[in-house]
T-cell receptor, first 115, second 111 residues
């Protein structure tokens, strides 16, 4: 039974470049979430998919951010024209609609550094 | 706005000591979850508490949910260096989707 996987684990980029991260959820989970975590903070919600539909977006998700889950399986998060303030850990989580108490299981994260 | 406040923010203790960390809110949550996160990794779910007054035990860790479901605590007995990490509490937002996290308690246990 594999957990949530994320790639790459680390990404260093120059300001202004575009980056894309991938998340593969637990196979039977139909809900997928993206969070961002900066140093000294807990994770903050960015967006949520149920199957392939993006149902909720946070105000943190600026126009430079876009997320997709084309076939209801893996998801990608793209950041265009990166800024130094985008440096953070990007976490993906998944859960099952039929599961109780909204228990979400997290991947290892992608650490983004924008120079 | 639903907020979760955790205290203390940092805790540094010796192996064998006991400790308690707290998670408080002015909002009622249907359930609260506790996660542990190690540097460079994602949070790992430890427990979910759902009933007011509930106490759950996980080896040396004891979790309690307040009667009013607005607060929770985590007590560790005889801490070990392997307990070192960031402890996060989280509750589900009113829409029943996203998790709202506290800022966490960073625990360091030295031998």
């Amino acid at each position: 039974d594999t957990g949530v996987s994320q790639n790459p684990r680390h990404k260093i980029t120059k300001r202004g470049q575009n980056v894309t991260f991938r998340c593969d959820p637990i196979s039977e989970h139909n809900r997928l979430y993206w969070y961002r975590q900066t140093l000294g903070q807990g994770p903050e919600f960015l967006t949520y998919f149920q199957n392939e539909a993006q149902l909720e977006k946070s105000r943190l998700l600026s126009d430079r951010f876009s997320a997709e889950r084309p076939k209801g399986s893996f998801s990608t998060l793209e950041i265009q024209r990166t800024e130094q303030g985008d440096s953070a850990m990007y976490l993906c989580a998944s859960s099952f609609t039929g599961g109780i108490y909204n228990e979400q299981f997290f991947g290892p994260g992608t650490r983004l550094t924008v120079l | 706005t639903q907020l979760l406040e955790q205290s203390p923010q940092f805790l540094s203790i010796q192996e064998g000591e006991n400790l308690t960390v707290y998670c408080n809110s002015s909002s009622v949550f249907s359930s609260l979850q506790w996660y542990r996160q190690e540097p460079g990794e994602g949070p790992v779910l430890l427990v979910t508490v759902v009933t007011g007054g509930e106490v759950k035990k996980l080896k040396r860790l004891t979790f309690q949910f307040g009667d009013a479901r607005k607060d929770s605590s985590l007590h560790i007995t005889a801490a070990q260096p392997g307990d070192t990490g960031l402890y996060l509490c989280a509750g589900t937002n009113q829409a029943g989707t996203a998790l709202i996290f506290g800022k966490g308690t960073t625990l360091s246990v030295s031998s």
